[in-house]
């Protein structure tokens, strides 16, 4: 099975040749489920049939020691890069750095991501997770609120099995940006002597109270709507509108009002409706912010959303009692790249992250990212970090 | 009536000393009802039985031209200084500049300030505001939705018909923070002539896009809120999930990162419910932004709160077509003060906005507040300003 996600069909009979590729990877990706009978929260909380899709990049060595996990943000999925049709065009949101002769270079690493367990888009083709809206096989109905809570833990502990489904044992870098990040450092933490190369990209080492409170404003929208009925909504109308205004505050969070004041301007959503004359009219930004969480909502899941949330606020590396210990755990040589616009993940606490892990000896590399997108500089403009992470691979 | 309402009963019988105060105001405040029969906005629509609240500290001397306006923010009233009992503690938003030696100092100025139209506080008893949940005469009802809509710049025409009303032509300063930068900043363009000094606090010429989406976010609650009922509400249970959220968006984004991860920790919301086992339990700082949100939610009026977004959102100086043109119109000496972490008003267009006003030689003088509140910085540490704004006042 791990010589085929890379490449479909006709290559697959090629295996002989997988330790040296006759040719750089195409980037056609084919999503993959990774199923499992059962699994066992860290509260102990157990959940059958769990199932969550991968796709992989490049090849896996006989060695098996040329691993690159890529974990995914909040609004994110497995696709960190290619296209899924032969035809089409690269969507993944890391194509600007992985691929073949690029810093995550397909060549040479065989670059794995898997969709997280309540993963946002459980209505989205290409997304496949286990979540309150699956169904729960002891009653044959949508799980809802009676999911059980899952941690960043839970998260890395599905990938783990993941992994060693694939006879994977230890990672040459685990790397992923905003709740990504959370998880990479998670990983280097609870499994110092797997983790070779820790990459976190505009995330820290803890939910500090400022992100406490932004996820719970952003959470707030969806128990507004009467439609969420207390997560009961799989059989009748989902609370759309609530989870639209969700997504609205994500993106206007996640991105800097450098951006906003640079990308639009003042002009009216419709040019016969004037805000100065009609309480009903808006702004043109108004209703682009609209349209893109319109779009959004479609392939998302509101209780997702919600479970997501949960899963960000609980998170302290380690998940201990002592941000210092669960930092002090990791021990793999540390790269981190942030914002100091980022609105999100505030600076102070990416710094201070860098400081615990690096408080026992263990080198951090700090490298601040540039743009005017703020958080999302860490997503949309990390080829600028691309000697940085060339260099730090290696 | 303009010499009682800053000190009541007894003292108004000295009127004849009031020229040379033979006590230094003592900080107790008379809220007073400004009538007008009817006002017309600037879009051309007229409301009868239009009424605002005010209040003055010190007094007006004979050539009536000692006068200071105070023009008041979003969540603000005409509150902005004193005591309401002779017994009480002075509960003003800027009892730390406005008082007998203080920078706005009320042995010398006679400094006044109004609730504005659509008041955010519709049920505040110390408020007096017309807007959506007042009644329209022609109906007998609230008006609701069908209420005008009003403008940064109508507020600044029910501020002039007031001070006229005590015979004031012009003002010694106009100065307010956020949204009443606002209204100082149209006082200036509007009236060049009658404006001798501006001060503008966390406030610009412009709303821009970021604000535009801003508080677009922040009105969408209220929208989702199923109470709300199209603003029909006034017989019914009003939208107070809606507003509350309203409210704590606010709170959220008028403060800093650097403020929640001062003041706040990681504590659980109930010692007994661990966010990590139970979907619904909560963080401590969840639940004091909602108690905030429900104890502001109480006094305010949602309705309000949207008219509000709304004039804040079709700000421009001068309100014509061209910012330059709006700021240029500006002649008198003006004071900015602003905060690089303002989170509402970008910097880089308080910056702009100083720019502008400057361009044709007016004097300007732009200075940041310290701290860790952001945007709030204008209202709860403006006592850093106290040397530059004695200075300016001169």
């Known amino acids: 099975m791990r010589c085929t996600q890379w490449h479909s069909g006709v290559i697959a009979s090629l295996g002989l040749f997988l330790a040296s590729p006759l040719w750089a990877w195409d980037g056609v990706v084919e999503k993959q ?4 009978d059962s699994f066992t929260t860290q509260s102990g909380e157990t959940i059958p049939n769990v199932t969550v899709g991968w796709e992989a990049y490049g090849e896996l060595n006989e060695a098996r020691d040329n691993v690159i996990l890529i974990t995914h943000f909040f609004s994110g999925t497995s696709h960190a890069a290619g296209r899924y049709d032969q035809d ?5 949101y890391w194509d600007a750095i992985i691929g073949p002769g690029k810093p995550l270079d397909t060549d040479e690493y065989y670059i794995i991501s898997s969709d997280t367990l309540v993963n946002l888009g459980a209505n989205d083709p290409n997304v496949t997770t286990t979540g309150p809206a ?3 096989p002891d009653t044959g109905e949508p799980w809802g609120m ?3 809570v899952v941690t960043i ?5 599905v990938q783990r099995e993941l992994l060693e489904s ?6 040459h870098a685990v790397m992923g940006a905003s709740m990504g990040a959370l998880q990479a450092i998670e990983w280097a933490s609870a499994y110092p002597d797997r983790i070779e190369r820790l990459i976190s990209v505009i995330g820290g080492g803890v939910a500090d109270p400022w992100l406490l409170a932004t996820l719970s404003a952003w959470a707030a929208p969806i128990r507004l709507d009467a439609n969420w009925n207390e997560g009961n909504y799989y059989d009748d109308e989902p609370p759309t509108d609530g989870l639209k205004e969700a997504l609205k505050l994500v993106t206007l969070n996640a991105n800097h009002w450098q951006w906003a004041n640079e990308t639009f301007n003042r002009d009216w959503a419709d040019e016969e409706r004037d805000p100065a004359q009609d309480i009903n009219a808006r702004y043109a930004i108004e209703q682009t912010l609209d349209d893109i969480a319109a779009t959004r909502a479609e392939t998302s899941d509101a209780n997702h959303f919600l479970y997501l949330v949960q899963a960000n606020q609980t998170f302290m590396a380690g998940h201990g009692n002592s941000l210092e210990k669960g930092l002090a755990a990791i021990e ?3 790269l981190m790249l942030y914002s100091e616009k980022d609105l999100v993940f505030a600076p102070q606490g990416v710094r201070r992250t860098a400081e615990l892990i690096e408080a026992d000896g263990t080198d951090v590399t700090l490298e601040t990212l540039e743009g005017n997108r703020g958080h999302l500089d860490g997503v949309l403009s990390i080829d600028q970090a691309s000697d940085t992470l060339r260099a730090f691979l290696q």
Chains 1, 2 share one sequence.
Do not use: H, K, W, Y
């Open 33 to 36: 489920p990774f199923e499992m």
């Open 166 to 171: 694939q006879g994977i044992e230890s990672l």
């Open 134 to 136: 699956s169904i729960n």
């Open 332 to 334: 793999a040589p540390t």
């Open 146 to 148: 009676d999911f059980p």
């Open 88 to 92: 089409g065009e690269p969507t993944g």
């Open 153 to 157: 833990r839970d998260f890395v502990e």
